[in-house]
C-alpha cells in the first residue's frame, strides 16, 4: 500500500508529423525546458474530425481542467502536452536522478530537511503532504497542489473511527488547505475503499468528489493479499484472474463509478515499481512489461496521470526503486514514461465511445487529421490475434503502428494484428 506512514520512510515520434508552433506562452515555453516536450500551440485551427459525430465519454476537460487553479495553470499544466507523471514520497536529493527517467512530479516528498526548492530547482512538479508548513512552500511556482491524505478510505490517512468520521475529518483537512487561498489544488490517495465490499461504506463517494484530484493503490501484480480483496468485490467479473494489466483498468473505472458527474475530476493511477513493502506470502517483483501494460491500461481507462510506488523490499534494486535500479531496468522506465510523454497531446483530448472488437479494451481519440486507437488486453480477454472494426468516418487504408514502425493494411474498414501477451499494448494512428 501507498502509505504516508509506511515504516522505513522518512515522512515525519511518434505521433506523426506535427508541426512545431512558431510561437508559444511562457508556461509552454517553462514546461518544455522542464520535460523537453514540444510545445503544442493550443490556439490553432482544430483539424478536419469525423468523429465529431460519435457520442462522447465523460470528462472532466483535459488541459483546461488546469486553469481553474492558478498555480497550476501558471505552471504549465494547462499544456494540453503534459502528462503527470508522478513518484509518491519521493527523496528531494533523487530529483535530478528521477527527472531522468520521466518523472515530472512529486505525489508527497520526504520532509526530510531539506528545502523544497531542491526539487522544483530541478523543474518538477510537487504536491506536499501537511508536514510541510506554508512557509516552507512559501510562493513557489512548481508547487502546484497540496496532498490532503493517504488511504483515508481505511481510516489510515485520517482520524476517524468510522467510515462518517474518516469522512468528516477528510472534509476538515481539505477546508483548512482550500482557506489558504493559494491557487493551489488538493488531491488525496484512496485505496480498498473503491472496492464497494467492507470499507468506505457510505462514504467513499464523498471522499473521492471532495478533492479536485485523486488515485488510488491496489498492487494486483505483485501482492496475493491485494488479488484476493479484489476479487471480494461484488464488481469484479467472477472467475478472472487479478494478476494482470487489466487490473489497473478496472481500477480506474472504479474510481470514476463514485463520481458524481462522472468525469468530473481527473484520476490518478499508481502502479508498483518493484515489490512494494509487501509481507504477504507469494509477494513478487513487477516486470517493466508489466509496469507497461499497467500504465496503458490505466490511459485507456481514462485515467489522466500515474504514480509509481517505488519503496521497495523485493531481492532486486534498493530501497528506492526508481532510483537504485540496475541501468536496464531505469532505461525501461525512462522508454515507458517517454512513450506515454509523447502521445499526451492525443491522450488530453476526449474519448470517444466506440467498439472495435469484443476481445481487446480500447480508446479512441482524434488529434491532428488521424484517428488515434489505443488498445490492450483488458480483463478475461485472452492474448492472440485480434481484429478491430473501424467505424465508418474512418477512411484509412493502411494503419500506422506508433512507435513500432510497422503498418496494417486495412480491408473492408478492418485490420487485424497480434498482442503476444496479456499486459501487450498497440495504439495505432489512421489518417482521416
Excluded at 251 to 268: E, I, T
Aim: proline fraction near 6%.
Amino acid at each position: 500500500m501507498a502509505t504516508l506512514a509506511t515504516a522505513a520512510i522518512s515522512a515525519g515520434a511518434l505521433l506523426g508529423a506535427q508541426p512545431r508552433p512558431a510561437t508559444s506562452s511562457p508556461a509552454e515555453q517553462n514546461l518544455a525546458s522542464r520535460n523537453g516536450s514540444i510545445p503544442v500551440n493550443a490556439g490553432a485551427a482544430p483539424a478536419l474530425n469525423p468523429l465529431s459525430r460519435l457520442p462522447t465519454i465523460p470528462w472532466e476537460g483535459g488541459p483546461d481542467y488546469w486553469k481553474k487553479f492558478p498555480k497550476a495553470d501558471a505552471a504549465g499544466w494547462s499544456n494540453p502536452g503534459f502528462f503527470p507523471i508522478s513518484v509518491f514520497l519521493g527523496k528531494p536529493s533523487q530529483a535530478a536522478a528521477l527527472k531522468s527517467i520521466g518523472i515530472n512530479n512529486y505525489m508527497g516528498a520526504e520532509h526530510d530537511g531539506s528545502s523544497i526548492y531542491s526539487i522544483t530547482s530541478q523543474g518538477l512538479f510537487v504536491i506536499p503532504q501537511d508536514e510541510w508548513t506554508q512557509a516552507e512552500i512559501g510562493t513557489d511556482p512548481n508547487v502546484i497542489g497540496w496532498f490532503i491524505s493517504d488511504e483515508c478510505d481505511m481510516g489510515i490517512g485520517c482520524a476517524g473511527s468510522s467510515a462518517a468520521a474518516n469522512f468528516a475529518d477528510q472534509t476538515s483537512k481539505v477546508d483548512r488547505v482550500r482557506a489558504f487561498g493559494d491557487g493551489r489544488f488538493t488531491m488525496a490517495n484512496y485505496s480498498n475503499g473503491i472496492l464497494d465490499t467492507y470499507w468506505a461504506q457510505g462514504s467513499m463517494a464523498g471522499l473521492m468528489n471532495i478533492v479536485d484530484v485523486a488515485s488510488v493503490d491496489k498492487y494486483a501484480y505483485t501482492s496475493p493479499f491485494v488479488d484476493n480483496q479484489m476479487t471480494q468485490s461484488p464488481h469484479w467479473p467472477v472467475g478472472i484472474n487479478p494478476v494482470s494489466a487489466g487490473s489497473y483498468g478496472w481500477l480506474a473505472d472504479r474510481m470514476r463509478a463514485y463520481q458524481n458527474p462522472v468525469g468530473v475530476h481527473p484520476n490518478w493511477i499508481f502502479v508498483e515499481a518493484a515489490m512494494p513493502l509487501l509481507n504477504d506470502a507469494g509477494s513478487l517483483t513487477i516486470t517493466t512489461e508489466q509496469v507497461e501494460g499497467a500504465a496503458w491500461s490505466a490511459i485507456i481507462h481514462e485515467a489522466r496521470g500515474l504514480a509509481y510506488f517505488q519503496h521497495n523490499n523485493g531481492q532486486i534494486c534498493g530501497f528506492y526503486s526508481l532510483v537504485d535500479c540496475d541501468q536496464a531496468r531505469l532505461d525501461r522506465f525512462k522508454a515507458i514514461n517517454a512513450g506515454i510523454q509523447s502521445l499526451a497531446p492525443v491522450i488530453n483530448t476526449q474519448s470517444y465511445q466506440f467498439r472495435f472488437n469484443t476481445t481487446t479494451d480500447t480508446m479512441l481519440k482524434a488529434y491532428g487529421g488521424s484517428a488515434y486507437i489505443f488498445a490492450d488486453i483488458g480483463l478475461g480477454q485472452t492474448p492472440g490475434t485480434k481484429t478491430f472494426a473501424m467505424p465508418p468516418e474512418i477512411h484509412g487504408s493502411t494503419v500506422e503502428v506508433v512507435g513500432e514502425n510497422r503498418t496494417l493494411k486495412v480491408t473492408n474498414s478492418t485490420f487485424s494484428d497480434t498482442f503476444d501477451n496479456e499486459f501487450s499494448h498497440h495504439t495505432y494512428r489512421v489518417t482521416f
